[in-house]
């Protein structure tokens, strides 16, 4: 079993930086695929970064360039950097954790993620 936390979320204006972290506990930390997601109220949940323990990343279209996704082994910790931030980033943020299969290496699709955070909330006003 995996134990998910973020923390980090607030509110910041726009075109500022955010970092919001993940703490997993419960299992191997590096035997997980990791990403984070967001889901507006109403609206489908999003993925927004994907990290393999190799470092491969991959972003959504509507992040890249100004998010970055990072995790350090030693502290069991999962990052998101979020730069140059929009009024159209407001969400609740996710991370999520995978067993090593083939369907969630970098994917952006929540159906193939098994553990969830409880989320944490980012609004981003102009």
């Known amino acids: 079993q995996v134990q998910l936390v973020e923390s980090g979320g607030g509110s910041v204006l726009a075109g500022g930086s955010l970092r919001i972290s993940c703490v997993t506990s419960?299992?191997?930390?590096?035997?997980?695929?990791m990403a984070w997601f967001r889901q507006v109220t109403g609206k489908e949940r999003e993925g927004v970064a994907a990290?393999?323990?190799?470092?491969?990343?991959r972003y959504a279209d509507s992040v890249k360039d100004r998010f970055a996704i990072s995790k350090d082994n030693a502290k069991n910790t999962l990052y998101l950097q979020m730069s140059s931030l929009k009024p159209e980033d407001t969400a609740i943020y996710y991370c999520?954790?995978?067993?090593?299969?083939?369907?969630?290496?970098?994917?952006?699709?929540?159906?193939?993620?098994?553990?969830w955070g409880q989320g944490t909330q980012v609004t981003v006003s102009s």
């Open positions: 999520a954790a995978s067993a090593m299969t083939a369907k969630a290496r970098l994917s952006l699709n929540g159906i193939n993620y098994k553990y």
């Open positions: 990290i393999v323990s190799a470092g491969d990343t």
């Open positions: 419960g299992s191997y930390y590096d035997t997980y695929y």
